[in-house]
C-alpha cells in the first residue's frame, strides 16, 4: 500500500451542543477560506432552514483547508443519534476524528454512539477537550471520563493512546496543555497532520470510488460524492458503475468537483485518497461503486443500522384538506417519499394495504418529525399517525428496542425523576451529583422515551436536559402506562368563540384560541380527567335586547398551550392522528364523530365508557 502524503481526511464527532459547527467556523477563518474583512454568518456549515433554527446539524458535509501543503478534507458529521445513517456512512470517507467533548458535560450518550462507530471503523481518535474557557470546566475530570469511554468501548492499545487537545471553539483557540498560552487553533492543525494516517492506496489496482452521499444541482442533475479509494479518474472518462442490487452498466462521467474551502472546484483528474463530487451518471445512489471499465471491483457496501420507530404517513382527509397544500394526493406523497430514500439511508419507506398510507420507519422522533417538517415547508399535506417502536424476535421471544438515557435535573427533582422513570420500566445504572445536580444514567425501552420528555419538564419545573441514544434490543418488558389525562374534541364545526372557551376553563388546558378554526372531531384541549370529552367551542353567548345593569365583565382567558410538532407526535394516542399542513398542524382524532367513537368503545370493551 502506499501513502498519499499530502492529503488528510478527518471527521468531527461531537455531542449535541458541544461546539462542533463553532470549531468548525474558526478552522475556516483561521486557515484563510474566508477573507479578513468578510462577513460570515455564524454556524456557517447548518446550511438549512431547520439547521439554524434547532440549532443541530442534520446532513452531513464536506469542506477542506490547506494547512502547510497538506489539504485537509474535514467532515462535519451530525451530533445527533437519530441522524446516526449520516455519520455510518460518511466515517468511511475518513482516516481520523476529531472527537468534541464538552469540558464540563463531559462524554454524553451521543459521544458514546458516535466513538463506538468510528472504533469499529479503526479510525484514529484525537480528543479535543472544548469549553474550556467555562467558570465550570472541569478538563482533568472529562479526560478521565473519556479515557473510561475507551475503555468501555473495548478500544484497542493504538487507539488508547490517543492525543489531547484543549480548545475553546468560541474564542477561536487551542493547545496541547492545560496550562498553556494559546490565541490560534495551529496546535489542533499541528495534531491533525502529525496523528492523522495519510489515506493509502494499493498501485496494483485501477480505479474504485464508493459513493458515500449525494446532492442535486438544477443545472447538472444528480452529484455523488465519496473518496477514490484507488487509482485516478478523469473528467469525460468511461466508468463501470456497479449498483447496490448487482446491477452493472457503463457510463461517462461528466465532470469532477474538488472541495476547495466551502466551494467545489471543477478539476481535469482526480487521483486515490481524496474526497471529490462527480457528475453525469443520473440516477447514481449512495452505496454505489464506480470502477474501472477494464476490471470493475466493488468495494463493501456501507452497513447502516435498522430503523428502530415506525411510522403511518397517510393523505389528509379532515374537513380542512386541501386548503393550504401545493401537493396533496398519494401519488404527490408516494412519490416524495420515495425520493427520499435516495438520500436518507436510514430511513425506510414501504406501501400499506390502504393505497393512500405509507409505513416510514426511521431512527427516532427527531429523524421523522424532520422529515415531515422538510415536507411541510415544501408544499405537502398528509397525516401521521402515532409513532410505533419496531419489534423484533430474539431467541423465538419478542424483543424490543433499548435506549441509554442521561438526564440532568437539580437536586431537588431526583424524585420525580426516579418515579417517571420507573413507571416507564427504566433501569437506572448510574447516579452521581455535581455542583448541586443529578446526573442519572438509565436503560429504558424506546416505548418509554414517547411522551416523557413533556412529562418531565413539566415535572421539573422546565429545568431538566435529556438526552438518549439507541443502546440494544432486549426482551420486551412490558405494559407502560398511557397518557394519564383524556382529550377535549370539538362537537361542531366553525371558529373559536371567547364566551365559550370562558366557560369550558375548568374542564383543562385549552390548545386553540378565539378565532381559530375547528371542525368536529378536532382536539382542541387536554381535558383535567382520564376521559375524552366532546364540547362546543363555537358557542356565542346570545343576543337580547335587555340592557345589563352592569356591563358585562371582560373575559380574560389563560394562553392556550402550544405545542411543537415533536411535543405533539409525542402526546397522542392510538385513536389520533396530526394533520400536518404548510401552514399549521392539528391534533384529531381519528374518527371525527362522537357518536361513531362511542360506537367503537362499546366494541372494544363490551360497555359504555
Not at 310 to 333: C, E, H, I, W
Not at 502 to 516: H, Q
Amino acid at each position: 500500500m502506499v501513502e498519499i502524503n499530502n492529503i488528510r481526511n478527518i471527521a468531527i464527532i461531537a455531542h449535541v451542543d458541544h461546539g462542533k459547527t463553532t470549531l468548525v467556523d474558526q478552522m475556516l477563518k483561521q486557515t484563510g477560506v474566508f477573507r479578513a474583512n468578510q462577513q460570515v454568518a455564524e454556524r456557517v456549515m447548518d446550511s438549512n432552514d431547520q439547521e439554524k433554527e434547532r440549532g443541530i446539524t442534520i446532513v452531513a458535509k464536506n469542506f477542506s483547508v490547506q494547512y502547510k501543503n497538506i489539504k485537509l478534507n474535514i467532515i462535519d458529521t451530525p451530533g445527533h443519534t437519530d441522524f446516526g445513517g449520516e455519520v455510518e456512512r460518511t466515517l468511511k470517507m475518513a482516516e481520523g476524528v476529531l472527537l468534541l467533548v464538552d469540558a464540563y458535560e463531559g462524554p454524553m450518550p451521543q459521544t458514546r454512539y458516535v466513538l463506538q462507530k468510528a472504533l469499529g471503523y479503526h479510525l484514529k481518535p484525537i480528543v479535543v477537550i472544548n469549553k474550556i474557557d467555562r467558570p465550570e470546566a472541569r478538563p482533568n475530570d472529562v479526560l478521565n471520563e473519556v479515557f473510561d469511554l475507551f475503555v468501555d468501548l473495548n478500544a484497542d492499545d493504538e487507539q488508547l493512546d490517543f492525543p489531547v487537545v484543549y480548545a475553546s471553539a468560541r474564542d477561536g483557540y487551542a493547545k496541547r496543555e492545560v496550562d498553556e498560552e494559546s490565541k490560534v487553533l495551529t496546535p489542533l492543525l499541528d495534531a491533525i497532520v502529525e496523528h492523522i494516517p495519510p489515506p493509502t492506496t494499493n498501485p496494483d489496482e485501477r480505479f474504485q470510488m464508493l459513493i458515500q452521499a449525494q446532492d442535486y444541482n438544477d443545472y447538472v442533475g444528480r452529484i455523488g460524492i465519496g473518496k477514490i479509494v484507488n487509482g485516478c479518474v478523469r473528467a469525460g472518462s468511461n466508468v463501470a458503475w456497479l449498483k447496490r442490487n448487482g446491477e452493472k452498466c457503463n457510463e461517462r462521467i461528466s465532470e469532477i468537483y474538488s472541495f476547495a474551502g466551502l466551494e467545489r472546484k471543477s478539476i481535469k483528474e482526480a487521483i486515490a485518497g481524496d474526497i471529490v463530487a462527480i457528475t453525469g451518471i443520473e440516477n447514481i445512489e449512495i452505496g454505489d461503486t464506480l470502477a474501472d471499465v477494464s476490471n470493475p471491483k466493488p468495494l463493501p457496501v456501507i452497513n447502516i443500522d435498522e430503523p428502530t420507530l415506525s411510522m403511518l404517513f397517510s393523505v389528509n382527509d379532515s374537513p380542512f384538506a386541501g386548503q393550504d397544500g401545493k401537493y396533496v394526493t398519494s401519488r404527490n406523497l408516494r412519490e416524495r417519499l420515495y425520493r427520499e430514500l435516495r438520500s436518507n439511508v436510514s430511513l425506510k419507506v414501504h406501501d400499506d394495504k390502504s393505497r393512500d398510507s405509507f409505513h416510514v420507519s426511521g431512527r427516532g422522533l427527531l429523524h421523522l418529525s424532520v422529515l415531515i417538517e422538510s415536507m411541510r415547508r415544501e408544499g405537502y399535506e398528509l397525516q401521521v399517525a402515532k409513532p410505533k417502536v419496531i419489534y423484533k424476535e430474539i431467541n423465538g421471544k419478542k424483543a424490543e428496542p433499548i435506549e441509554f438515557l442521561v438526564i440532568d435535573v437539580p437536586k431537588e427533582f431526583d424524585g420525580q425523576v426516579i418515579s417517571l422513570l420507573g413507571a416507564r420500566k427504566g433501569e437506572m445504572l448510574n447516579m452521581r451529583e455535581s455542583n448541586g445536580r443529578i446526573h442519572f444514567e438509565f436503560k429504558l425501552p424506546s416505548r418509554g422515551l414517547v411522551g416523557l420528555r413533556l412529562r418531565l419538564l413539566s415535572s421539573t419545573q422546565g429545568t431538566a436536559i435529556m438526552y438518549h441514544n439507541f443502546h440494544e434490543y432486549e426482551y420486551f418488558k412490558g405494559a407502560i402506562p398511557h397518557r394519564p389525562v383524556g382529550v377535549i374534541a370539538s362537537m361542531s364545526n366553525g371558529d373559536v368563540m371567547a364566551y365559550a372557551l370562558d366557560g369550558l376553563r375548568d374542564r383543562g388546558v385549552m390548545f386553540v384560541k378565539p378565532g381559530d378554526k375547528v371542525y368536529e372531531g378536532m382536539v382542541v384541549g387536554e381535558h383535567c380527567d382520564q376521559k375524552d370529552i366532546a364540547v362546543n367551542v363555537c358557542r356565542a353567548k346570545k343576543a337580547t335586547n335587555m340592557r345589563s345593569a352592569t356591563a358585562d365583565k371582560s373575559i380574560k382567558l389563560s394562553p392556550p398551550r402550544e405545542l411543537t410538532l415533536e411535543m405533539a407526535l409525542e402526546y397522542i394516542e392510538d385513536d389520533e392522528l396530526i394533520e400536518i399542513t404548510p401552514k399549521t398542524f392539528r391534533i384529531r382524532k381519528k374518527l371525527l364523530k362522537e357518536t361513531d367513537r362511542k360506537r367503537n368503545r362499546i366494541a372494544a370493551h363490551g360497555v359504555s365508557k
